[in-house]
């Protein structure tokens, strides 16, 4: 196999076609917006790719299977390029090959083999994921007929959610998924056991509680009960009738949404709940303040994956005046946010909208001793290690790569869309710098 010069949406779309995977899929592969695929897919040889998704291309058709590289010579030799008659349709899914990107989408007739597999911790794609199968028991199981022994006092519910807060926001996955284990089936005797203003305060509780558990399901990769875990966040913060409480869990079903592939309704309904909590609460309090530009930030998310540009950067705006309106970085509400959250989001949306450049340089400007949490300091090496990746500075994505391992190894060993970085690597380094790879692979706990 020959490999591509130039990728134009030709060459692009008969990759896609031959991994067997949805526009939205294959956007999601690559970190680019599902407008911009679908592009490539409806003018073929007449739109030329920019040079970071050039390379991207290059690291997918790099890493294909022989079979894989088989179709893809197969459908450029036929003259195709590989388009559907509806390009936002799923493939067939029998036919549906996983490309170690730590994607679970498309789930089909054995989407919940494939998640009874990840929620079990077996290997996938050369990687073992924390066994969350306790928590997903948790999570769906009925009340116990009995529950005056597990029911906790307020104050002490209170203290354990912090807690497993903390957890969350310090990479401290596997902890957090023990404390949560343990903490679900007390959420129904607690909330049985509390009547009037403490009613109110149990439901908001519980809805923090839910939303770390979406947050932990989405880190590991199982996006399908994240967004159970949204979901019954959303209605106890509508229980707690607290407007602060209901626009943090928006904050989870807008990322739970975007994660499952609904990027425009995720901006959509960030949008909503920030607006709402703007009137119900004249942003009076700090909490409402920095939840307010938490939610924006993630529809600037959305609305980039959906390469909605002007909205990205509309919603970017008003966060950076919330921030300033804050008047500090801090973690009001646990949002950590901040004008420096602001800036760690524009780096993370000018790697979704492709510009690989742009975040190296965005991601210069940040002020890393101002990043208290650990798990916002590694997702900003993170996504610097994409972005050198995509640009072909491949010892500049092992070093940051490093960097996310220091502050928070089990965001490297937790993590399947992590774990693909160090994969690329080892495929597209050579000599001295690819031995640096192996070294740190080794070290992390990629198999590569």
């Known amino acids: 196999m020959a490999a591509v010069t130039t990728w134009t949406g030709r060459e692009a779309n008969a990759l896609r076609q031959s991994l067997r995977m949805s526009v939205t899929g294959f956007a999601e592969h690559l970190g680019a917006a599902r407008r911009t695929v679908a592009k490539w897919s409806s003018q073929g040889e007449k739109i030329h790719l920019r040079a970071d998704m050039q390379a991207a291309l290059d690291t997918v058709l790099a890493r294909a299977t022989p079979e894989v590289r088989e179709r893809f010579d197969a459908l450029l030799d036929s003259g195709t390029n590989g388009a559907l008659a509806n390009p936002t349709a799923p493939t067939d899914p029998a036919t549906y090959t ?6 679970f989408h498309d789930l089909d007739s054995d989407g919940d083999v494939r998640r009874r597999d990840l ?14 199968a306790a928590l997903l028991n948790a999570l769906v199981a009925p009340t116990p007929c009995s529950t005056e022994s597990i029911a906790l006092p307020l104050r002490q519910f209170a203290r354990n959610v912090a807690a497993v807060k903390i957890d969350y926001q310090a990479c401290r996955y596997e902890q957090a998924l023990a404390s949560l284990v343990a903490m679900l089936p007390a959420l129904e005797p607690t909330r049985a056991g509390s009547q009037g ?6 439901e908001a509780l519980i809805s923090d509680l ?22 019954r966040s959303s209605r106890a913060a509508l229980l ?17 949404l975007m994660s499952n592939g609904h990027s425009n309704q995720a901006q959509q309904l960030a949008e909503v709940a920030a607006e709402n909590l703007r009137r119900g609460t004249g942003l009076a309090s700090t909490d409402a303040v920095a939840v307010y530009g938490a939610l924006l930030l993630r529809g600037a998310i959305a ?3 959906d390469d909605n540009r002007d909205v990205a950067e509309a919603m970017l705006g008003e966060a950076s005046h919330a921030a300033g309106r804050l008047g500090y970085d801090g973690n009001d509400r646990w949002t950590g946010f901040g004008a420096t959250n602001v800036l760690l989001h524009r780096v993370n949306i000018a790697l979704t909208i492709g510009d690989a450049g742009t975040a190296i340089t965005l991601a210069r400007q940040v002020p890393l001793d101002k990043i208290d949490l650990a798990e916002r300091k590694a997702a900003l090496f993170v996504d610097v290690a994409r972005a050198y990746t995509r640009w072909g500075r491949y010892e500049h994505g092992l070093n940051a790569l490093r960097s996310a391992y220091q502050v928070a190894p089990e965001e490297i060993r937790c993590r399947p869309v992590v774990q693909s970085i160090g994969r690329d690597l080892a495929v597209l380094t050579r000599g001295h710098v690819r031995n640096a790879v192996i070294d740190f692979a080794r070290e992390a706990g990629i198999r590569v």
């Open 240 to 256: 707690s009738q607290d407007p602060v409480a209901v626009a943090t869990s928006a904050r989870i079903m807008t990322h739970a």
């Open 197 to 202: 203003e403490q009613r109110a305060q149990a």
């Open 98 to 103: 996983h490309t170690g990107e730590g994607s």
């Open 303 to 305: 609305a980039a994956r």
């Open 210 to 231: 839910y939303h770390v558990v979406g947050s932990v399901l989405l880190k590991v990769g199982d996006k399908g009960m994240a967004l159970v875990a949204a979901e």
């Open 119 to 132: 929620l079990t911790g077996v290997t996938i794609s050369g990687m073992t994921l924390p066994r969350v």
